[in-house]
C-alpha cells in the first residue's frame, strides 16, 4: 500500500489538484490561496505562487503574489496554468517559465456580470472549470449563476448558460 501523504490543511485546504504539466513526476495542486506542487516519491512541496495563510490581490512573483479564494486551475500547456480566483473576481494567468502571475481575463476586486474581450469582461465568483477544445475552456460563475467560456483565440469571454437555480460545479465526460 502506498504511503499517504501528508499535506497540511489551512485555510480553504486542497480545493484543486491534478498531475503537473511542468514537473511530470509531481501533483499541482491548490492549497489554501497558494498554488503549489509537491513530488509523490519524496512528499517535499513546493510553493509556486501566492501564499497559504494570506490572502489579497497582488500580481508578481512567487510568494510576492496574493489570491484570495482560487478556486481551481487549468493548465494551458506545461508552462501556462490559468487560475481562477473566485473571491476577486477574476481570471489570472501563471507562467511556470517565469514564476509571473498576472490578470487575464475580468478586473480584480470588481465583480459583475458583463461578456467581452478579457480585459471589459466582468464576473462575479469564477470557480469550476472544464477544457471544451485546446483554446477553450468553459467554468462556472456561481454568484451569477451561469457558465462561461473564455476563448484564447478571440481572447473573449462570453456566457454559455443562465440558470435559475445556484450553481455548483461542472464536470465533463473523459471521453467528450
Not at 514537473?23 to 497559504?52: D, F, P, R
Request: some cysteine; aromatic content about 8%.
Amino acid at each position: 500500500m502506498p504511503e499517504l501523504l501528508s499535506i497540511p490543511a489551512t485555510g480553504y485546504g486542497i480545493v484543486h489538484m491534478e498531475k503537473d504539466r511542468f514537473v511530470n513526476e509531481n501533483i499541482l495542486y491548490i492549497e489554501s490561496h497558494a498554488v503549489k506542487t509537491i513530488n509523490l516519491s519524496t512528499n517535499e512541496s513546493w510553493l509556486i505562487a501566492g501564499n497559504t495563510t494570506d490572502r489579497g490581490y497582488r500580481d508578481g512573483k512567487g510568494s510576492f503574489v496574493r489570491f484570495h479564494a482560487p478556486f481551481s486551475f487549468h493548465q494551458r500547456s506545461s508552462t501556462e496554468v490559468i487560475i481562477f480566483d473566485s473571491m476577486n473576481s477574476c481570471i489570472r494567468i501563471l507562467s511556470r517559465l517565469t514564476n509571473l502571475t498576472m490578470s487575464l481575463a475580468g478586473l480584480c476586486l470588481t465583480p459583475g456580470n458583463k461578456d467581452g474581450n478579457f480585459t471589459t469582461t466582468r464576473f462575479g465568483q469564477p470557480e469550476k472549470n472544464v477544457e471544451i477544445s485546446s483554446n477553450a475552456v468553459a467554468f462556472t460563475d456561481v454568484a451569477n449563476n451561469c457558465i462561461m467560456m473564455l476563448d484564447f483565440v478571440l481572447e473573449q469571454v462570453m456566457t454559455l448558460v443562465q440558470l435559475s437555480v445556484p450553481l455548483v460545479g461542472i464536470t465533463m465526460k473523459p471521453d467528450s
